[in-house]
């Protein structure tokens, strides 16, 4: 079977991984970024701007970006809810944003306080300004595989989402297993057909491992040709708006999956299980991550 030979791997602990954990100090934001950063990923999402009393863990996002040492080999990206949020920021020098929306109305509402189809009306001015600035405009479509309020997303849905945003003008797509409800026959399916109605569109994935189907997704989808993940350092994360969804799945233990498959990330594993292990230090608790309990094949 035909894998891709390299995958580019996404690093999101420190935004989607922190923001379902009880807050930590601003000191301790930079300086699990810039440990990731020195860990050979190229890729790491940094912070949110969100309204603090949506994602109070997202408060100081301005303060992080300013302190954070920023590597040149790095590219470093923030997420957004909105106009407001893409404008914030912009205005902080970020110049790789993404935007979320939710298939799931209930979700989106929940989420971000406006109805799915307000979020999509905003995307062709979002879109815009962006661009304007020399920026990259992502969408990420949450809620792909299932809602805690809805259940089941139909393909259709997520499509009717994703055709929003093309003829907005985004530059690339991610799906996000917001639930962990996906499966692989349903990743295959909304793959295939995403790919069947919009080939040119760059595609990444973000699962969690709620039910414990997360790598199996990502093979799954490897078997397709994806060859951009989303991954959190230990584990980290979930979604506070969506009930009992737990963490991502652990950056350390993709790269060891992938490595094992002769697949190039460009990352250092040992140096990301140190990583995994500060984050567990200064979340105060256990992570989940089964490679920062057992380290590589050969310890």
């Given at each position: ?9 996404r690093?999101v ?9 009880d807050p ?7 300086e699990?970024?810039?440990a ?12 949110s ?23 040149p ?6 997420l ?19 935007v979320v929306v939710?298939?799931s109305?209930t ?9 799915t189809?307000?979020s999509l ?23 792909a595989?299932?809602c ?17 945003g093309?003829?907005a003008g ?7 297993d917001?639930?962990?409800m996906?499966?692989?026959?349903r ?8 790919r ?15 039910r414990?189907?997360?790598l199996a ?29 737990s963490?991502n799945?652990?950056?350390?233990e993709?790269?060891?999956?992938l490595?094992?498959?002769?697949i190039?990330?460009g ?30 094949a050969?310890?």
């Amino acid at each position: 079977m035909a894998f891709p030979a390299k995958v580019s791997v996404r690093e999101v602990g420190p935004r989607d991984g922190l923001q379902n954990e009880d807050p930590i100090s601003t000191a301790a934001k930079v300086e699990l970024i810039d440990a990731l950063g020195k860990t050979g990923v190229r890729r790491i999402e940094a912070v949110s701007f969100v309204h603090p009393k949506a994602i109070p863990q997202m408060a100081d996002a301005d303060e992080v970006w300013s302190r954070v040492v920023r590597d040149p080999a790095v590219r470093y990206s923030a997420l957004v809810p909105n106009l407001r949020g893409a404008e914030r920021a912009l205005a902080a020098g970020f110049t790789e944003l993404e935007v979320v929306v939710s298939a799931s109305d209930t979700h989106n509402r929940r989420n971000i306080n406006r109805s799915t189809e307000e979020s999509l009306g905003e995307l062709p001015e979002l879109s815009t300004l962006v661009h304007a600035a020399g920026g990259t405009l992502q969408l990420i479509v949450s809620t792909a595989w299932g809602c805690p309020y809805e259940g089941d997303v139909p393909v259709d849905r997520v499509l009717w989402v994703v055709e929003r945003g093309v003829a907005a003008g985004v530059d690339s797509l991610a799906y996000g297993d917001t639930t962990g409800m996906a499966t692989p026959p349903r990743v295959t399916r909304l793959v295939e057909a995403t790919r069947s109605a919009h080939p040119e569109l760059p595609l990444g994935l973000h699962f969690h491992n709620t039910r414990g189907t997360g790598l199996a997704n990502v093979y799954a989808a490897l078997e397709l040709g994806v060859d951009d993940f989303d991954a959190s350092v230990g584990g980290l994360g979930g979604c506070p708006y969506a009930p009992g969804a737990s963490g991502n799945i652990a950056t350390e233990e993709l790269v060891y999956l992938l490595e094992d498959m002769g697949i190039d990330t460009g990352i250092d594993l040992p140096a990301m299980i140190e990583a995994a292990g500060l984050a567990e230090r200064l979340v105060g608790r256990k992570l989940d991550s089964q490679v920062l309990r057992a380290g590589p094949a050969v310890r």
